[in-house]
């Protein structure tokens, strides 16, 4: 029995701690502070160790799931106009057509960057010092990105440029600690777009880099590149699909009404805690 119990007992707590990271991943996704830096820094407090850039990227296609089912009716609408569009010449005008462009060109900076620099990636861009670093420079960043927009901006007025300078700030998110959405809502509202079309624009174009990274990390989980395996990892990536769909809900609500300061004042925070931590010796890079 006592050696029953002392085999279960590691089992049983990664799954307590894919929950939580799960949860955390949910949180974090959509809100523009990070869920990579929340999925280093925390473990690392904790005791847990770093649970992996493979991991990461597979619990992601969680909430990126909560954002395929949230947008459903855009996603069709856009995917459908857009695929007629290459067959029908007078709908490739239309603003789901064009949105159909802007998704899959703005989507071609983090893919290319992504695989010629994923061992930097994995590697490299982990490091808490950097993590830290990011954390609270690209939240100055997204403060001052907010303060100043012109704010006259719908998603109807999208051109391509705009779409290819976003897509290009998405890419800084493959650095842990700039937030894929934080990145692309701050470079949205530089361009004067209002908080609820940056925000929208942001998820949207974030499937396809999201689901592509997860996908091509599978491979990964049952290897060292992995703390957990598949059992955890598929726990963590329910659990945050489950929170992800709640905390979109509630951000596209709350930027409707009220400015991104709340998430810039947590981002210094954190990235200032983290900072001292590591340079105390209590946090290691």
């Not at 050696?3 to 939580?20: E, F, H, I, M, T």
């Not at 998704?103 to 861009?125: A, Q, R, T």
Request: positive net charge.
């Amino acid at each position: 029995m006592a050696k029953r119990l002392s085999v279960g007992l590691p089992a049983v707590w990664d799954l307590l701690k894919a929950v939580a990271l799960g949860t955390l991943q949910g949180l974090t996704e959509f809100l523009p502070i990070s869920s990579s830096a929340h999925l280093r820094i925390f473990p690392e407090l904790f005791g847990w160790g770093d649970p992996g850039a493979a991991f990461t990227a597979v619990i992601q296609i969680g909430t990126e799931l909560a954002v395929l089912i949230y947008f459903r009716k855009d996603i069709w609408r856009i995917g459908s106009t857009w695929t007629r569009s290459l067959f029908r010449p007078e709908l490739r005008g239309h603003l789901d057509s064009r949105m159909g462009w802007f998704i899959i060109i703005g989507s071609l900076p983090i893919v290319v960057l992504g695989i010629l620099l994923k061992d930097v990636i994995e590697e490299d861009f982990r490091n808490l010092w950097i993590i830290g670093t990011t954390l609270v420079v690209m939240g100055v960043v997204l403060g001052i990105a907010d303060r100043f927009s012109s704010d006259d901006r719908t998603i109807k007025q999208m051109t391509l440029r705009h779409a290819v300078l976003m897509g290009a700030a998405q890419a800084c998110a493959l650095i842990p600690g700039v937030s894929r959405s934080g990145a692309t809502i701050s470079m949205g509202r530089f361009l004067g777009y209002e908080r609820e079309a940056a925000t929208r624009y942001a998820f949207l174009l974030a499937i396809p880099a999201v689901v592509g990274a997860g996908l091509f990390e599978l491979k990964e989980i049952p290897h060292g590149e992995n703390a957990y395996g598949w059992g955890p990892t598929l726990v963590a990536t329910i659990v945050s699909f489950l929170v992800g769909y709640a905390a979109i809900a509630w951000l596209l609500r709350y930027v409707s009404t009220r400015s991104y300061t709340p998430f810039v004042i947590y981002r210094v925070v954190l990235g200032g805690m983290t900072l001292v931590l590591l340079a105390t010796g209590v946090l290691t890079p």
